[in-house]
T-cell receptor, first 112, second 112 residues
Framework: DTGVSQNPRHKITKRGQNVTFRCDPI?????LYWYRQTLGQGPEFLTY????????KSRLLSDRFSAERPKGSFSTLEIQRTEQGDSAMYLC??????????FGPGTRLTVT | SQKIEQNSEALNIQEGKTATLTCNYT??????LQWYRQDPGRGPVFLLL?????KEKRKERLKVTFDTTLKQSLFHITASQPADSATYLC???????????FGSGTRLLVRP
């Protein structure tokens, strides 16, 4: 399968813990995006990379969130000191030199 | 304020009929408008992209229109099938960024 992959698929954590998610984009895609989606809503943009450079970050993203793409391939999204409001589906997408994006299956985070 | 509105009520139609979904936006000037399909528990799947200078785009049973004066896009599925049942999301892209700005989606249910 050559699509976007995300790990883990599900994560349950206690409030206050740190969590890290991984995204592996389609191999030739130079752009990688992170979104968050809650029930009944469309995905909400968090941040995006072109190669290893983080080019845009949502103003809604608190400083507890950080993302990296160290070698321009896979990316990680870390949430520090998780809160119950962080419970959501975290989606990763990638694209080449085009505007359409290809999404992974998501990581569902539950903060108890 | 900026808004993207899609009908929050589910659209329920008979197999074989044409489904028409609406996306209206306020205080945006998108360069591109895209439609995605999302099944429960999965990431969105790209369907069609239309540029601001295009009025209509077709792909198999799908048709998208884009009216920048009305600030509206219509998404049509002709000869609908039960397998078309899903949530359909519209998303805007501005000229200055690759990120997607999503509406909340409309759920389509096609009855056999």
């Amino acid at each position: 399968d050559t699509g976007v992959s995300q790990n883990p698929r599900h994560k349950i954590t206690k409030r206050g813990q740190n969590v890290t998610f991984r995204c592996d984009p389609i191999s030739e895609h130079n752009r990688l995006y992170w979104y968050r989606q809650t029930l009944g809503q469309g995905p909400e943009f968090l941040t995006y990379f072109q190669n290893e450079a983080q080019l845009e970050k949502s103003r809604l993203l608190s400083d507890r969130f950080s993302a990296e793409r160290p070698k321009g391939s896979f990316s990680t999204l870390e949430i520090q000191r998780t809160e119950q409001g962080d419970s959501a589906m975290y989606l990763c997408a990638s694209s080449e030199d085009s505007y359409e994006q290809y999404f992974g299956p998501g990581t569902r985070l539950t903060v108890t | 304020s900026q808004k993207i509105e899609q009908n929050s009520e589910a659209l329920n139609i008979q197999e074989g009929k044409t489904a028409t979904l609406t996306c209206n936006y306020t205080n945006y000037s998108p360069a591109y408008l895209q439609w995605y399909r999302q099944d429960p528990g999965r990431g969105p799947v790209f369907l069609l992209l239309i540029r601001e200078n295009e009025k209509e785009k077709r792909k198999e049973r799908l048709k998208v229109t884009f009216d920048t004066t009305l600030k509206q896009s219509l998404f049509h599925i002709t000869a609908s099938q039960p397998a078309d049942s899903a949530t359909y999301l519209c998303a805007l892209t501005m000229d200055s960024s690759y990120k997607l700005i999503f509406g909340s989606g409309t759920r389509l249910l096609v009855r056999p």
